[in-house]
């Protein structure tokens, strides 16, 4: 379990590394693609900006040029005008009443309009400074709403932001503790791995030891049998060596070859790729130059009309000049004319007017017809020049759209190029992995099927040995009496022939093992470096990967930072838009407010004027009365006392007196009664009629003010409308935010999960790849072991066919020596038997001898096979062990990267799904917030509502006391109007009683210059006569 553990671990840094490179790669391209964008976008709003200008200093000249024609043309019809009128002085056609009467008709109607003029502008300039003070105050209204808005906003994104912050540091420390936590496991791992492999190597040292020893024994056993056949072994072994030294070179010489090949392939495309990069650049250039080329030449252009038309109206006006010289000595000639024909003009006067006002029909028709074909010339140039412009600014526009779309297409090419040559490396990358798998599981079938091989070739070898030795140990027995004593002599030489021997093939064998060790040594380095090359790109993808992640993630952060603030911002204008009308309304309110408050003191005050005006008039009437009364009676008094005292007589009459002046007293003041009665009865007519008056101009207000109301409402409903269709509008933004962020979303989770095949491809490729090449080492392996296999067979096939060759010679040799025996016995037969007996003891002697010989022969070949065999068999079994081994720990480290490589991937699937979560928590967490000021919003709006209501309330109570005061403002301002146009006709009025002044003293002048004519042209007869 901890093999396995810490195997995944170190897949995963690997594919991480791979995956941060591919990913840094990834974003580098995106960002250099991303500034020759922002670039050419910057180069897009300069040209525009320029087209912009020259656009302006067209129109500029335009407006310029026909300033310039009006001019021109008012000029010549100023002087045809003169013409006209010197041709028509000089005629005797013009009637120089009526030019001043049409000039001083033309001075009152020029300072009537230059004072309307006047009057409007003032008017206009009260207005817009009452506008400007209006807008000033609303202005620094909305400034203090707006810096407490922006503290609010201020404040809550300091929240947000210090919850920001605050998940992201627990987020962090988490996953410190948690890298900590596996950090310690691992090297907890790494220990307790490196102490049973410290176990392991001790225990394989002493085994080692054992070894040594067992083989030092048994080689002094098998140096006697060993050193006959030590050559012809030694002479197989060295050339199978050198088949499988040149076997191995060539492979090496073509692995070189086909690293060498794919080098220069990925150098060719990378070379490619800058290339295509630098064409890219140099295009971009040249139509930069093409773009300023084109402004310059347009620029150019524009400077040369704007000349053409400066040289054409420097023509114009010196051939005006030309003709005003030629208008000049025309008027000279005319003045001549005149002089010389003053003594016609009394004759041909009659005539003269008859057609002179024919010819001014005519002229002013010709004039007519001249100011029109001149003003639709004018227009058909001004549309040709301004028909010309648009063309060539047009022309100028499809370029420019052109080469922007030549550079967007280009652009467009070089991504798609990028994109496919960063899928063709991904997929040759996960063609590898696929390789790999592949190498590494017929790796292991192969070894399954290896390990069955060596159990089989085990047990055949085991049979065959027993076999042999059964048959030996059969034989034995038979040969060993007669072959000891030849055996012995022969022993001693073959001993020092052997140890020379041996020692020349142990030289040889030591040369060739170190050749091997170093040939494996050399092979295991290079899978080393090509696993750490392999490891190395693996990291590079992997930092790659990671860095486009962490971009990609940053950049969604931003847009979503981005959208959020936005929302706040149309969210904030619509509150502040909102609040600017309220407050709008509310001091529209307020004014009408403290309008009708003022009209209602007003009205008030003038009641009370005339309330307390009437008792004072009835105190005063009441006082005067009194003392009249007093006065009267007081006199009344005095005279009757006076009466008794002085006329005692008359005192009846003055009594009557008295009661006739007490009835007219009474009389004076029924009749005052009568005169204050009818002043009552006068100042309540009046009142009546004023609060009649008054009543009309209330009812004429009310209809107004319900007019206006109606007006209010409608707006307000048509307001009510626009808010409800802004809102409505804004949901359907945020709707179609939402929407695109889910889109995005989605494309941003599609592009995860293409990116994570794409590795895992990738890695699948690679991972085949290796497999391939782990299988194809197998391969190479395994022929090396049949051929080892193959030696030792052929090496005891060679030994066994010498065995038989041996028994064969033996059987031979005995059938020879039978029947020379035989043939010896039947020729001595016939001699005698003494010689038999003699012959036959000779035999059995040399039987006996020869037996013993080849039986020690074939116990000593015996016995040296046996030890051969044994040494052979366990050099075999240490070449298979040690191989294995090998294989073993390759394979293991294959393993690891392989199991590396998957827990990488799972953590990275894992990381990812852990990453769209927290998206979709962000994106939740959003959407609430986005409920929560839909809520807010429809709180806000049902309290605007009802302040709109309560306002409208207000505006209408508002309305009546405003729109009385604005009618009499208006009455007032039509009684000024109506004072100023008076004195306007009166003053002229006197302008014309003056200019007929004038006009009468012209007509005077006239007449005596006539006169004088008449005499001078009577005396002038009389001379000629």
Known sequence: MNENNIENLVSEISNLDTARMTLRWALER????????????????????????????????????????????????????????????????????????????????????????????????????????????????????????????????DELKNRLNEDFEKRISELEKSYKNRESELNERIRLLENSLSEQ??????????????????????????????????????????????????????????WSKERERLQNSVDEISQKYSLAQEEIKLLQNKISDIKKDFENEIIKKISESEEH???????????????????????????????????????????????IEENNEKYLKL????????????????????????????????????????????????????????????????????????????????????????????????????????????????????????IDAVQAMFKEREREILASAQKNSEFLAQ??????????????????????????????????????????????????????????????????????????????????GEKYELEKAFNERIENLMNENAKEREGMIKGYESKINETRIELGRYYGAEIEKQVVRIKELEGKIEAMELDREEQTKRLKE?????????????????????????????????????????????????????????????VEKQELAKEYEKRIAISHRELEDQKNRL????????????????????????KLNSKEKFIWNL????????????????????????????????????????????????????????????????????????????????????LKKEKDNFTKEISYLEELNANLSKEYLNLDEKFNQITKENNSLKLRINEIEADYSNKITKQKMEFEADLNSKVVEQVGIQTRNLLEKIEYYENEISRLISNLNFKDKEYMELKEQLEFINRDWENKFKTFEKQLI
């Open 371 to 490: 100011e029109k074909e001149i003003k639709e010339q004018y227009i058909k140039r001004e549309n040709e020049l301004s028909n010309k412009f648009n063309l060539q600014i047009e022309e100028y526009r499809k370029s420019i759209d052109s080469l922007q779309e030549i550079i967007n297409n280009q652009q467009k090419e070089y991504e798609a190029k990028i994109v496919d040559i960063i899928e063709k490396k991904e997929e040759e990358f996960k063609n590898q992995i696929a390789q790999f798998e592949e190498q590494k599981n017929s790796f292991l079938r192969e070894k399954k099927e290896f390990n069955l091989l060596i159990d089989k070739l085990r047990t055949e070898y085991e049979n065959k040995i027993k076999d042999i030795a059964e048959k030996s140990s059969n034989e034995k027995a038979q040969l060993i009496a007669g072959y000891e004593k030849s055996l012995n002599e022969k």
């Open 771 to 794: 497999e391939n090449e782990l299988i194809n080492l197998k391969e190479n392996r395994e022929r090396e072991i049949k051929d080892l296999i193959s030696e030792y067979e052929n």
């Open 807 to 890: 028994r064969s010679e033996l059987e031979n040799r005995m059938e020879e020596m039978k029947n020379r025996y035989e043939s010896e016995i039947s020729y001595i037969k016939a001699n005698s038997q003494k010689e038999v007996e003699k012959l036959k003891n000779d035999y059995l002697n040399t039987f006996e001898k020869e037996k013993a010989k080849y039986e020690s022969l074939i116990a000593e070949m015996n016995n040296s096979h046996q030890l051969e065999s044994d040494g052979l068999r366990k050099e075999y079994e240490n070449a298979i062990s040690i191989y294995k081994a090998k294989m073993q720990e390759s």
């Open 313 to 359: 109206f420097k023509h114009q006006r010196e051939a005006f000049y030309v003709e005003r010289e030629k208008l000049y000595k025309e008027n000279e000639k005319l003045k001549q004319a005149l002089i010389e024909l003053e003594n016609k003009l009394v004759i041909q006067k009659d005539s003269l007017t008859k057609e002179y006002s024919q010819k």
């Open 682 to 742: 006068g100042y309540e007519e009046e009142l009546k009629l004023i609060e009649a008056k008054r009543k009309e101009e209330i009812e004429v207000y009310k209809q107004e003010i319900e007019d206006i109301t109606l007006e209010f409402s409608e707006k307000a409903k048509l307001y009510e409308e626009r808010y409800i269709n802004t809102i409505k509008e804004k949901d359907k933004l945020i709707n179609e935010v939402i929407t695109k962020y889910e």
């Open 201 to 258: 190597s001790e225990s394989l040292e002493f085994k080692r030891s054992q070894l040594e020893k067992e083989y030092l024994d048994k080689k002094a056993q098998l140096e006697e049998s060993y050193n006959k056949y030590k050559e012809i072994i030694s002479f197989n072994f060295d050339n199978k060596l050198k088949a499988l030294e040149e076997e191995r070179k060539k492979e090496i010489s073509s692995l070189h070859l086909s």
């Open 30 to 157: 995106i960002n250099n693609i991303e500034k020759e964008k922002n670039e050419l976008k910057k180069n897009l709003d300069l040209t525009e900006n320029d087209r912009k200008e020259l656009q302006a200093r067209l129109k500029n000249i335009e407006e310029t040029f026909s300033a310039k024609i009006k001019t021109v043309e008012d000029k010549e019809n100023f002087y045809s005008k003169l013409e006209a009128t010197m041709q028509l002085l000089s005629e005797g056609k013009l009637d120089v009443k009526q030019l001043i009467e049409k000039e001083a008709r033309i001075d009152i109607v020029r300072r009537e309009l230059e004072n309307e003029y006047q009057r409007k502008f003032e008017e206009l300039d009260k207005s817009q400074k009452n506008l400007v003070d209006l807008w000033n105050k609303r202005l620094l209204d909305v400034e203090g709403q707006y810096a407490q808005k922006m503290l609010e906003s201020q404040k809550k994104y």
């Open 519 to 600: 040939g494996y040594i050399s092979e295991i380095e290079n899978q080393k470096n090509r696993i750490s090359e392999l490891q190395k790109v693996i990291k590079d993808t992997r930092d790659e990967f990671e860095l486009e992640k962490i971009n990609l993630i940053e950049d969604f952060k931003r847009q979503l930072i981005d959208r959020e603030i936005e929302y706040k911002e149309e969210i904030e204008k619509n509150a502040n838009r909102a609040n600017e009308e309220k407050k709008e309304l509310e001091k529209s309110i307020n004014e009408k407010q403290e309008y009708i408050a003022k009209i209602s």
